[in-house]
């Protein structure tokens, strides 16, 4: 087992992450700290290695440098028996659910119970029950995951990422997609599930406004680094030039509006001089 | 030229690459196969899947391929005054070469293609993933059980065409065509072994089996998490596991009866 | 109830499956030959045995009663040796029994014939046939043929 870990020390701690996928360098430098029993958002613009992130959290990628720390064990570093020991104490909400599709929405909750617990089947069925319940999707247990609409399968999903009673769970953009009434019930929901069961939540979103609105702890990254992180409100107030540009919204400033690249003239200078090859 | 010889390099070195990552996904899988004596409902199931739903068409084409080597054979050994021998030429047809061959091809297709898609689609709607994620370890719940599922399906299904072939040739030959039965049947005991021509066949529809199951598993596993990438991959494993079923069936056709 | 399903099917295809091995054991192939161990091996010289091959039948008045289990050259006698594996209820045969190579049908395989002689005497294992008679070679028989027709 894991050392003891203070109740008020981070529960994830990221320092000098270094990541790159091919050629292209996804994180440079990343340091962050994710304090427990609080919902922490990194936000960043698309293709900011967000969702990256969240799957070398879990184990799934391993970095090229730096360390990550979660609940005290580094990730990288652990066997497949305690890295696996590790993930049922984690849930992880996919954007697009990542619902089994061969199975039923109720065996889908139940398949981590099944798979970890020899529950008897009459304890099983209420402890599903109990969680549909919690995203209240009780009564569509028989459904197919097929047909489902986008927001009940990512409900579905949390009830499933809750069933072994993690102590952190995290969504990678939980908001994306989803109309406003469903956007509202998912908002709801995290914040309902971080509360009643005292778990830590980490979002990763490009969604401002949702995000600022269910955090207790915001994370900006851009470049492959932290640029900023706080309250929401203290991150709006002290804004510097890139976090309002991204909170705002507006379309160039620091970050440019054009992919970097060579000049637009010498582009297409150059498409001409190579046809007279 | 220099640039031919280039991209024929660089297509080599892909080809090997992807083929060491076959190998590293085997040794992996099987390394996982206890799982399937510990819970074998879940290789129950794809034995359904990937066995039990690919019955129909091997029953048909058996019993097709046997009328028309029936039809055949009979034509090429009336020439000569031998239509009595009917039954061996069958027999030996089916159990050594046609059954294990066609069997593997129509599984291919059938069996093969469907595993492919099934865990690209997984793969892609990062079902695989979300597993990992529940600490579930996907080469023993998924993986796994698919390969032996195929594994196990395929001489089964093979035994069976040559079976359905040998009474699809009995109905074309005697029933229609007038060769004695009892010369049928006596004719076909006295040219095929067991040794040598049934369990032969056998083997070989074993080794198709590993190999199909395992090509259609890998590309599963490694098609691109996109809807073309699903596409290729399952053209991929029908395309990759005909050639190798041909291939292999002339280096054991070569090994079984070649120097004996 | 849906995994029983599941497995009552799986059950179906099992039990079809080893039907047809069995089936091919039984009906298509001669493994019921191997099944009958209990065997006496006596030996014959030919001269000449044409195309036989092992596991050929032997029979007598065309009733199979075993089989060739091995053949090869004598160095010694530059003749064929021929083992034939005759199953142990067959036990009358005379000791001056003849073996002939037959063909069956102008393309068939070819076989032993046993032609029983009328010894008190019975074959026992290990015993040699004496009277032996090879298998007409085609070649041979036109040859001749040619010759007599030349001489006459």
Known sequence: MAEPVAEDSPHIVIENLRFRRGRKVVFEDLSMRIPRGQVTTVMGPSGSGKTTLLRLIGGQLRPDGGRIWVDGQEVARLSTRRLYALRKRMGMLFQSGALLTDLSVFENVAFPLREHTDLPEDVLRTLVLLKLEAVGLRSARDLDPASLSGGMARRVALARAIALDPDLIMYDEPFTGLDPITMGQIVTLIRRTNQSLGLTSVLVSHDVTEAMAISDHVVLIADGRAVDAGAPDDLRARASDWSAQFLEGRPDGPVPFHYPGDGYREDLLGVRERRDD | ?260 | MKVRFFELAVGVFVLLGVAALFYLAVQVSNVTDYHDRDTYTVTAYFDNIGGLKTRAPVTVSGVRIGRVSEIRYDPEQFRAEVKLAIRSEHDYLPMDTQAAIHTAGLLGEQYIALEPGGDYDTLQDGDEVMFTQSALVLENLIGRFLTNMGSD
């Open chain 2, 1 to 260: 030229m220099i640039d031919a010889i280039a991209s024929l390099g660089r297509s080599s070195l892909n080809a090997l690459v992807v083929f060491g990552r076959a190998f590293l996904f085997l040794l992996q899988v099987l390394a996982s196969l206890d799982i399937v004596i510990r819970r074998f409902g879940l290789t129950v199931v794809q034995i359904y899947s990937v066995g039990v739903r690919s019955l129909l068409i091997i029953i048909v084409s058996g019993l097709f391929v046997g009328m028309v080597l029936g039809y055949q054979g009979y034509i090429t050994l009336v020439n000569f005054g031998a239509a009595e021998a009917l039954g061996g030429v069958v027999a030996l047809s089916l159990v050594r070469e046609l059954g294990p061959v066609v069997t593997a091809l129509l599984f291919a297709g059938r069996a093969g293609s469907a595993l492919t898609a099934e865990l690209g689609l997984m793969k892609t709607t990062e079902q695989l993933s979300a597993m990992e994620m529940m600490a579930v370890n996907p080469y023993r719940r998924i993986f796994a059980p698919r390969f032996v599922a195929g594994f196990l399906s395929m001489p089964l299904l093979a035994a069976i065409f040559s079976a359905v072939g040998v009474m699809g040739g009995y109905i074309v030959g005697v029933g229609m065509l007038g060769v004695d039965s009892g010369a049928y049947f006596s004719q076909m005991q006295s040219v095929t072994d067991w040794n040598e021509d049934v369990l032969s066949g056998v083997i070989k529809s074993i080794v198709f089996g590993f190999v199909v199951t395992w090509i259609a598993v890998f590309q599963g596993f490694n098609a691109m998490p996109t809807s073309e990438g699903i596409s290729r991959a399952t053209t991929q494993t029908v395309v990759v596991s005909s050639l190798a079923i041909l291939g292999l069936d002339f280096i054991l056709t070569g090994l079984m009866f070649g120097a004996g």
